[in-house]
């Protein structure tokens, strides 16, 4: 760390396609010479990027901008949560500067303003593929901004504004200075991955020479030729998604699905404003493990949205029993300001979403057990993400950092974090399973 140049600390908040802004802007940053400061009071002043999603997610964004003034007192406010610049000055009024999100720039023109940069901005040398926030061996890659769907529990569109989808050229460009760099792992998201391109009539970029179509097949397949693993989340269950399991089962891309489904009683997804035709999806799930049965599929679902039924909610788990999807999130319905669904009549008592919410995940911890002892046994390939003096510990194909479980590798050593090994499964339990060292097969 250069001692004279400025410094900025930074606190980031929400979701994967937020850390993704909050790296851009550190690259910005580091590329005209400031430091990134380790803790407050070290810093010229603190970057704070917000998210907006849910209402306790904009209460957990406002207290850590009121710590940030607390602490430091020189604070920069960005994300999703901009969008409301009068509640975050009604409880900060002392903000420098409020800017919404992906607004690089603007975020920018806000710290010049207040903490100048060095006289020689070329000094701090910026790797080609840009600061990461991540481990060194994954990286996020967001294709897109926006979102063009209208479901009545949220209010992404209004924040984030409509689908803007970025040039499949400029995002392969990024993937392979990524791959140089030593990533072993890419994942690909947006707020809606299956839509990539529609905003643009799936519009052709030249990859030199090579013309390439905005669109999530033909992006998928490219990504695949770089030899490293490519994740897809937020998948939305357009038809198209079928043309990407034969990739996946060529190996192209990660056996991996991540749909948020939501709900499965088509009156509850009709309120939702989701696709409703869940007996269909459960045609197309069967349909898609003949295709390749190494599919991993995961999905979020909500209880307790407005008007859903004790048997509305019954037909859920009965329809989870069928799909055995082998990761599964829940959310407790939650008014969000300015969400439609607010409007919606007869809105279910917390303590029933409550009771709903565990006997969900009782449901599902039960479906993945299942599924995950069927792999002890087998062999796999594992990407190691931490090694400590009880051994390492790694992931599969079928799990996403941070959201999805893990393989503990228990007494290995020599490893280091990055190393892709084969291994076979020994034990499991709901959500991670165990496993040992083989040799190459």
């Known amino acids: ?209 090579r013309a390439i179509r905005t669109h999530i097949q033909d992006l998928a397949e490219a990504l695949g030729e770089l030899g490293v693993w490519v994740r897809l989340h937020y998948i939305y269950p357009y038809p198209h998604v079928d043309e990407l399991i034969p990739l996946m089962a060529r190996g192209l891309i990660l056996p991996y699905l991540d749909i948020p489904f939501q709900h499965a009683h088509p009156d509850v997804l009709r309120a939702m404003k989701r696709p409703a035709n869940q007996g269909k999806v459960l045609t197309r799930i069967k349909r898609w493990r003949e295709i390749c049965p190494d599919l991993t599929i995961r999905s979020t679902f909500i209880v ?19 799909a055995e999807l082998d990761r599964v999130g829940c959310f407790r319905y939650e008014p969000v300001t300015g969400a439609t669904s607010n409007e919606i009549e007869n809105h279910v008592p917390a303590e029933v979403i409550d009771e709903r919410w565990h006997r969900l995940m009782a449901t599902q911890q039960q479906i993945s057990k299942r599924r995950l002892a069927a792999k002890v046994g087998r062999v796999i390939e594992v990407l190691i993400d931490e090694v400590d003096e009880e051994g390492a510990i790694g992931r599969s194909a079928a799990d996403a950092p941070e959201i999805d479980g893990c393989v503990f590798l228990n007494g290995v050593s020599g490893f280091a974090p990055g190393d892709m090994l084969k291994v076979r499964v020994t034990e499991a339990d709901e959500y991670d399973l165990w496993a040992e060292p083989v040799a190459d097969e």
């Open 1 to 209: 760390m250069n001692e004279d140049a400025p410094k900025i600390g930074l606190v980031s908040l929400g979701c994967p396609k937020a850390l993704v802004d909050t790296e851009r802007i550190v690259t910005r940053l580091r590329a005209e010479g400031y430091d990134i400061a380790p803790d407050y009071a070290g810093a010229d002043a603190v970057l704070v990027n917000t998210c907006g999603f849910l209402d306790s997610a904009k209460e957990e964004s406002l207290t850590a901008i009121g710590e940030a003034v607390a602490e430091n007192g020189r604070v920069i406010v960005t994300g999703c949560l901009g969008v409301e610049a009068e509640m975050i000055r009604e409880r900060n009024p002392g903000v420098l500067a409020i800017t919404g999100p992906h607004q690089y720039e603007a975020v920018m023109e806000a710290v010049h303003a207040h903490v100048p940069p060095a006289a020689n901005p070329h000094e701090a040398l910026v790797p080609p593929e840009g600061i990461h926030l991540t481990p060194r061996h994954y990286a996020y890659v967001k294709i897109s901004e926006g979102c063009n769907n209208t479901c009545t529990f949220c209010i992404i569109p209004s924040i984030r504004g409509k689908l803007k989808s970025r040039p499949a050229a400029d995002v392969i460009r990024e993937a392979e200075r990524l791959a140089r760099a030593g990533v072993r792992e890419l994942l690909i998201v947006s707020q809606d991955t299956s839509a990539y391109g529609l905003d643009v009539r799936y519009a052709e970029s030249d990859l030199r020479g």
């Open 304 to 322: 307790g949205f407005p008007g859903e039924t004790e048997e509305q909610f019954q037909f859920l788990l009965n329809w989870l029993e069928e």
